[in-house]
């Protein structure tokens, strides 16, 4: 592969806020980068060498922006996958690979993938019609999750008992058992071409009910070290079991038994991992580019107690972003604002985030609840 002399060329498919985080951090290895993405306006458009405007999930697209480039990643996973296994077949690095991609597009296939290794996770069923929710094997309440296409808490639906089935999806889907958990965890693991892995240390979510969207992370832990060492073993079986080469952040349950479930994968930089910018060695978005270049993985240890809060547009508002109380906000020490260069702002949008440090983890939370009283995205 060549160098990072500025003659490499790196394609990302999607140009939103975590495509816009790993080109600040590739413009420090000379790596030139190429963005595909539907939107005229996406986050990425002022950043990166090259901007094109085109379908992810179109073949032809995808497949005629990859031929222009040495390497192509990813930072959504709806990509037209079959365009990718002819880009591999031609040459083109591709990372993660497409299979990984296509087993993980597919929540079914995710499911089975971890039943076939061992990996734990809730009890489920998979449901090809309506027809087969009357037959449920999995007791209420259950959660029944889309096969494919569902994110941030879209194409999920709780089914507490018989009077809920007439709104369920009628698509191929999957329901699974109803975990009464104790606190939702995540671990991000990297993995090089050479089979290094890596893990950061596990971290805590809290999710904003409403929109079903991780709203406050605290970094790093202080659950039991048990349980954050086998959070890390899960997340590093994962890894290998796939052979991935690049990022994969692991969500998880942690039960009121002690147990730890898996819920979902997602092989790209994820919303768990953006506190590492400010609260890790290296952040999650370096740790991805050293592993599709095959280099050595960094040092993951974190420098500091370290909280991350979404910045979402408020309920009731649609239009030109405004961002009120950020002034005050910049003025707390250990403060580091993110924003994503989105024009309009909508509820619930991901908007930007906020990671706070400070030595003292009671006052860094002190100051996270601060940043989410105060900073807010109004039209």
Same mark, same amino acid.
């Given at each position: ?11 990302? =498919? ?56 040495? *390497?192509?990643?990813?930072?959504? $996973?709806?990509? /037209?996958?079959?365009?990718? $296994? ?16 296509? *087993? ?38 259950? #959660? ?40 939702? #965890? ?27 969207? !991780? ?33 994969? %952040? ?10 730890? *479930? !898996? ?25 991805? =580019? ?10 993951? %240890? ?7 809060? /979404? ?19 910049? &003025?707390?020490?250990? !403060?580091? !604002?993110? =924003? ?9 949008? &991901? ?17 996270? &609840?601060?940043?989410? &009283?105060? *900073?807010?995205?109004?039209?």
């Amino acid at each position: 592969m060549k160098a990072f002399y500025g003659d490499l060329k790196l394609g990302i =498919l999607g140009g939103g806020q975590l495509g816009r985080m790993l080109i600040q951090q590739a413009i420090n290895y000379n790596v030139t980068v190429k963005i595909l993405d539907p939107d005229r306006e996406a986050p990425c458009r002022k950043l990166c060498d090259e901007f094109t405007i085109g379908s992810l999930g179109d073949y032809e697209t995808v497949y005629n922006f990859g031929k222009t480039v040495d *390497l192509l990643t990813i930072e959504i $996973e709806k990509v /037209n996958v079959d365009a990718l $296994e002819q880009l591999e077949k031609e040459g083109v690095l591709v990372y993660p690979q497409s299979r990984v991609i296509r *087993l993980i597009q597919d929540k079914g296939l995710q499911k089975q993938f971890f039943k076939e290794n061992d990996i734990p996770t809730a009890d489920f069923q998979i449901i090809t019609s309506p027809q087969q929710l009357q037959q449920s094997l999995i007791p209420f309440p259950y #959660i029944q999750k889309l096969r494919k296409d569902g994110y941030d808490g879209k194409g999920v639906y709780k089914v507490i008992d018989d009077s809920y089935l007439a709104g369920a999806f009628k698509e191929p889907s999957l329901i699974e058992q109803w975990i009464d958990f104790e606190k939702e #965890i995540a671990v991000i693991v990297a993995r090089n071409e050479n089979g290094e892995i890596s893990t950061f240390p596990m971290v805590e979510m809290e999710f904003n009910p409403k929109a079903n969207l !991780v709203e406050f992370l605290i970094a790093p832990s202080t659950l039991p070290f048990e349980v954050q060492q086998k959070a890390e073993q899960i997340a590093k079986k994962i890894a290998d079991s796939l052979r991935i080469v690049g990022l994969l %952040a692991v969500e998880m349950f942690l039960d009121k038994q002690g147990r730890i *479930l !898996v819920n979902e994968l997602a092989p790209r930089p994820h919303n768990s991992g953006h506190q590492t910018i400010e609260g890790n060695v290296v952040s999650q978005f370096e740790q991805h =580019l050293r592993a599709i270049f095959n280099q050595p993985l960094g040092d993951t %240890a974190c420098l500091n107690n370290a909280i991350m809060v /979404n910045v979402l547009g408020e309920a009731g508002y649609e239009g030109p972003a405004v961002y009120q109380g950020i002034e005050k906000v910049l &003025k707390v020490p250990g !403060v580091y !604002v993110h =924003l994503y260069g989105k024009a309009l702002t909508k509820p619930f949008r &991901k908007m930007g985030h906020v990671t706070i440090v400070d030595a003292d983890r009671e006052k860094a939370i002190e100051k996270a &609840k601060f940043v989410q &009283k105060t *900073l807010k995205v109004i039209s």
